[in-house]
C-alpha cells in the first residue's frame, strides 16, 4: 500500500500528534506499506525527526506573517492558513500520485479539506480527539477515555467504521513490552523515582513551575526526579538551571528513545492530560495529572473519574494543588489502587488493533484510475463481449479501427471524457466506467463489469467508486444514467445508489440522476 499522513507539530501544537502518526506509521511499514508524511514547516516542527525515522517528507511552507493569518484563531491558527490553501498544497504534492490511504491528525483540519482530497486516495482515515467537526472519511480513530461510536455517528457517513477509545491508543509496541515487568515491579509500592514529563514542547513551561514547586514537597531523603523534554522546548535551558537547584538528585533528558523503560522505572509520574496518558496506564503508572490546554480536560476528567489520575485541572494551580497531591501519592495504598485502576484502562496493543482495522478496509476495496492508451486491447476486448453488446445501445460488434479512434479522440480531450479502469486490491481489473460532458454540463456514465468478474456483486461497488472519483474533481456536477427498460440489474443498482430517475420523453430508457459532492451510499 501506498500512504501519506497529513499532521502538523509546532510550538503551539506540541508533538503528541506526531508521534501517535509515527506509531501507526511504524507498524504499517512493517507490513509492507510505503509511508509519506505532509507537514508545514511551523517553527517547533518535527520534519528532521520524522526524516531520521526513515520516512518521505513533504514541507508545506510556514505562512509568512501576514494579516490574514494574524487574524486566525483557536485551531486555525494552528494550522497557519486555511483549509483551502492547506489542501491546493498537499494536492500540489499528491497531483500525480494515487493513495490506497490519506492519514489526517489536525484539529484544523475537517470534511471540507477531506473533501477535495478524495480523488487522490482510495480511503480515508481521520485520527481525533475533539468530535466537534464533520468528516469525511472511511475510517476514524478517537483513542480517548470514556469516547464512544455515538460520539461520532452524525458526523461521518454511514459506511465510516469508528474505532473509539483507548483500547485503540496509538502508542508504540514498547510500552506492550515493558509492561509485564512494570506490572511486576508494582507489586512492592515506592516513591523513590519520579517522573516528570509536560509534552515535548511545553509551551507554557509548566516544567519549572512543578519544579519550583516540588521543593517545598516533603518528599523522601533518596528521591530522584526525571524531566524528560524535547530538544525544541523554549524553556529547556532554563529547566535546566532550575534542576540543578533541586534538593533532591535531579536530571534533564531530552529526547529519550527508551520513554517506556524510563516510565516502567517510575513510581510516580507528574505529566500533562495529552497522548502520554495512555502510555502511563499501559505501564500503570501512577500519574498527578496537570491539564495545559483545553482540550486535554475531557481526558482529564474521564482519568479522575476513573481513579486513574489526580488531576490539576491548570497550570495556575499547580501552586496551591501540587502538594497535597503529592502528599496523598506518599500513601502506599493509594499508589497500589490507582496502579490497578490504571492497568484496567490500556493494554498497550492499541496500534495493532488500528492496524488491522485499516487493513481489513483493503480486502473489497476498489481502485479507481484513469485509462491509457496501454489498456486499448482490454477495453476493446471488453466492449465487444457478447452480453455488452446485448445491453448496449447499439449491439454491432466494434471494428478494432473504429475502437482506436474512439478511445484516442477520448484520451487526447479529458475536459470532456474522463474514462476509468477500476480495479481491486490485487490489482485485477474488474471493470470500466467512462464519463462525457454533455451539452447541459452534466457528466453521463457508461460502466460495465469485466467478464471474468461478473456474478459477484460488484456492480454497486462499480459505481459508487467510479461516481466518487469523479465528484472528487467535479463536486456539484451531476451524473446521467441512461438504462434500458429491460436491464433490470442496472436499473436496481442505480436506484440502491440514491440516483433519482424519470423516463425519457420517448420513452426509450430510464434516466438515472445523481448531484456529485459525496459517495452514493
Known amino acids: 500500500m501506498r500512504i501519506a499522513v497529513r499532521v502538523d507539530a509546532s510550538v503551539q501544537i506540541g508533538t503528541g500528534h506526531v508521534m501517535r502518526c509515527l506509531s501507526l506509521a511504524d507498524v504499517l511499514r512493517e507490513s509492507g506499506a510505503t509511508i509519506e508524511f505532509i507537514t508545514r514547516d511551523h517553527p517547533g516542527n518535527m520534519n528532521q525527526y520524522i526524516q531520521s525515522k526513515g520516512f518521505k517528507m513533504h514541507s508545506l511552507p510556514n505562512p509568512s506573517e501576514s494579516d490574514e493569518q494574524q487574524n486566525l484563531s483557536g485551531y486555525k491558527e494552528w494550522l497557519g492558513t486555511d483549509q483551502v490553501t492547506d489542501a491546493e498544497e498537499s494536492i500540489q504534492i499528491l497531483a500525480d500520485t494515487q493513495l490506497d490511504w490519506l492519514i489526517i491528525d489536525h484539529y484544523a483540519l475537517d470534511k471540507n479539506w477531506e473533501d477535495k482530497l478524495q480523488s487522490y ?83 507554557p513551561n509548566a516544567t519549572e513551575q512543578v519544579l519550583t514547586t516540588l521543593k517545598r514537597c516533603p518528599l523522601p531523603e533518596d528521591c530522584a526526579i526525571t524531566v524528560v523534554m524535547g530538544s525544541r522546548a523554549p524553556w529547556l535551558d532554563r529547566v535546566r538551571q532550575v534542576a540543578q537547584s533541586m534538593p533532591w538528585k535531579t536530571k534533564v533528558e531530552v529526547n529519550i528513545s527508551n520513554m517506556a523503560q524510563v516510565m516502567a522505572d517510575s513510581d510516580l509520574a507528574i505529566g ?60 502506599m495504598s493509594v499508589l497500589t489502587a490507582m496502579q490497578q485502576d490504571c492497568k484496567d484502562i490500556v493494554d498497550g496493543n492499541g496500534t495493532e488493533r488500528a492496524l488491522s482495522a485499516l487493513l481489513s478496509h483493503c480486502g473489497n476495496d476498489l481502485y479507481t484510475r484513469l485509462v491509457t492508451a496501454d489498456d486499448e486491447h482490454l477495453l476493446f476486448d471488453w466492449a465487444n463481449d457478447p452480453l455488452t453488446r446485448a445491453q448496449a445501445f447499439n449491439s454491432d460488434v466494434i471494428p478494432l479501427e473504429t475502437h482506436q479512434t474512439w478511445l484516442e479522440t477520448r484520451l487526447t ?48 461497488k462499480l459505481l459508487s467508486a467510479a461516481v466518487a472519483k469523479l465528484g472528487g474533481q467535479y463536486p456539484g456536477y451531476a451524473v446521467i444514467g441512461h438504462v434500458k427498460h429491460v436491464n433490470l440489474r442496472s436499473q436496481a443498482i442505480f436506484e440502491s445508489l440514491g440516483f433519482s430517475h424519470d423516463k425519457d420523453e420517448n420513452n426509450e430508457f430510464i434516466i438515472y440522476r445523481h448531484k456529485l459532492g459525496g459517495v452514493p451510499q
Open 121 to 203: 486516495t482510495r480511503k480515508v482515515m481521520v485520527i481525533d480527539d475533539l468530535a466537534d467537526r464533520p468528516h469525511n472519511c472511511d475510517l476514524l480513530l478517537d483513542q480517548n477515555l470514556d469516547r464512544h461510536v455515538t460520539d461520532y455517528a452524525l458526523l461521518v457517513p454511514k459506511h465510516c467504521t469508528i474505532l473509539a477509545g483507548p483500547q485503540y491508543a496509538l502508542l508504540r509496541p514498547e510500552f506492550a513490552s515493558w509492561r509485564e515487568y512494570s506490572l511486576k515491579r508494582r507489586d512492592t509500592p515506592m516513591l523513590k523515582q519520579i517522573l516528570i514529563t509536560m509534552g515535548g514542547v511545553d509551551q
Open 413 to 460: 480531450n479529458p475536459d470532456h471524457y474522463l474514462l476509468y479502469v477500476i480495479e481491486n486490491h490485487a490489482g485485477a481489473a474488474v471493470g470500466q466506467a467512462r464519463f462525457e460532458l454533455n451539452e447541459n454540463q452534466d457528466w453521463v456514465i457508461d460502466y460495465s463489469v469485466a467478464p471474468d468478474f461478473r456474478g459477484q456483486g460488484l456492480g454497486k
Open 272 to 331: 500533562a492530560a495529552g497522548g502520554t496518558a495512555w502510555e502511563r496506564c499501559t505501564l500503570a503508572l501512577p500519574t498527578i495529572v496537570v491539564v495545559t490546554a483545553d482540550n486535554q480536560r475531557p481526558s482529564a476528567i474521564a482519568l479522575a473519574s476513573k481513579a486513574a489520575a489526580r488531576v490539576i485541572m491548570s497550570i495556575d494551580s499547580i501552586d496551591d494543588e501540587l502538594g497535597d497531591a503529592i502528599k496523598s501519592m506518599m500513601e
